[in-house]
């Protein structure tokens, strides 16, 4: 089972878009529709941004989308602001109830 | 609300058995809606999940762990468990509990407790 790919690094001035990609198999991310993304500032606790693809929790600001293409689901975070920095990491329901992380993405703004 | 709260030993000794618990309060473990979860991340790494632990019973395992990993659900006590065995220092993590909804996600975690492997 290995980790979802998510690119290392991104960036982005506050105000700008910053898009993240979380890449998985045909079994798993193409599969499935509950990928969820999770923000997890410096010292904190991963908070849910992102469930079944495109939903927002209850709080979580539109600023965040999510969406998928075949393999690959991304978040969008619009309007970036200070307090968007932090690491992003994506999850995918694997099947028989197992499930898979991504490898993180560590978010800067300029 | 409810609230998921971790809980045992911050060291423990090489080839030993690691063991945690995870106190559910604010609702019933033994909610039909939810599964039970463990996450483990390493210092300065990603996620990673453990398992995942159902009221009736079912436990699913990570395969990379599974041949180590023992999660129980207690619902007399509203809290389950984890038990790692063998450990070395590459289990050397930050632990959290989490709740896995309907909706196959994460959506509330404890605040994690941080379990060094070191003689």
């Known amino acids: 089972q290995s980790a979802l790919t998510q690119p290392p690094s991104a960036s982005g001035s506050p105000g700008q878009s910053v898009t993240i990609s979380c890449t998985g198999t045909?079994?798993?991310?193409?599969?499935?529709?509950?990928v969820s993304w999770y923000q997890q500032r410096p010292g904190g606790v991963p908070k849910l941004l992102i469930y079944?693809?495109?939903r927002r929790p209850s709080g979580v600001h539109p600023r965040f989308s999510g969406s998928k293409s075949g393999n690959t689901a991304s978040l969008t975070v619009s309007g970036l602001q200070a307090e968007d920095e932090a690491d992003y990491y994506c999850?995918?329901?694997?099947?028989?109830?197992?499930?898979?992380f991504g490898s993180g993405t560590k978010v800067t703004v300029l | 609300q409810l609230q998921l709260q971790e809980s045992g030993p911050g060291l423990v000794k090489p080839s030993e058995t690691l063991s945690l618990t995870c106190s559910v309060s604010g609702g019933s473990i033994s909610s039909s809606s939810y599964y039970w979860a463990w996450v483990r991340q390493p210092p300065g790494k990603g996620l990673e999940w453990i398992g995942s632990g159902y009221y009736s019973g079912n436990i699913f395992y990570n395969p990379s762990l599974k041949s180590r990993v023992t999660i129980s659900v207690d619902t007399s006590n509203n809290q389950f468990s984890l038990r790692v065995s063998s450990v070395t220092a590459a289990d050397t993590a930050i632990f959290y509990c989490?709740?896995?909804?309907?909706?196959?996600?994460?959506?509330?975690w404890g605040l994690g407790t941080m379990v060094t492997v070191s003689s």
């Open positions: 999850s995918s329901y694997a099947g028989s109830n197992t499930y898979v």
């Open positions: 045909s079994n798993v991310v193409g599969r499935y529709n509950y």
């Open positions: 079944e693809v495109t």
């Open positions: 989490a709740r896995v909804g309907p909706q196959m996600t994460f959506d509330l």
